[in-house]
């Protein structure tokens, strides 16, 4: 599906946020299982908890501000 994604964002010519890069690198290198990454009230376990939505969000912040530039004055967002 990762795959699938990025070949039709190339080809729409549109940028593509790495969600999935950046989930797989908080579990794979900074050692997160996936009961710290998923809502622990979802049973289906399809959703991301509150704190995972947060730091995926301080994220995309970051990556629209790194592309498109900041105002003056605010600080970089820090995941």
């Known amino acids: 599906m990762v795959s699938l994604m ?3 964002a190339k080809d729409a ?9 950046l989930v797989e690198w908080w579990s794979v ?5 996936p009961a710290d990454l998923i809502d622990p009230t979802d049973s ?23 592309a498109v530039g900041r105002v003056p004055g605010t600080p970089p967002s820090v995941v």
Do not use: Y
Not at 29 to 33: A, F, Q
Not at 55 to 64: E, F, K, N, P, S
């Open 29 to 33: 290198e900074d050692g997160m299982s």
């Open 6 to 8: 990025s070949a039709v």
């Open 13 to 21: 010519e549109v940028n593509l946020f790495p969600r999935f890069a």
């Open 44 to 66: 289906s376990k399809l959703h991301m908890s509150e704190w995972t939505t947060q730091c995926v969000t301080t994220a995309l912040d970051r990556a629209i501000g790194d």
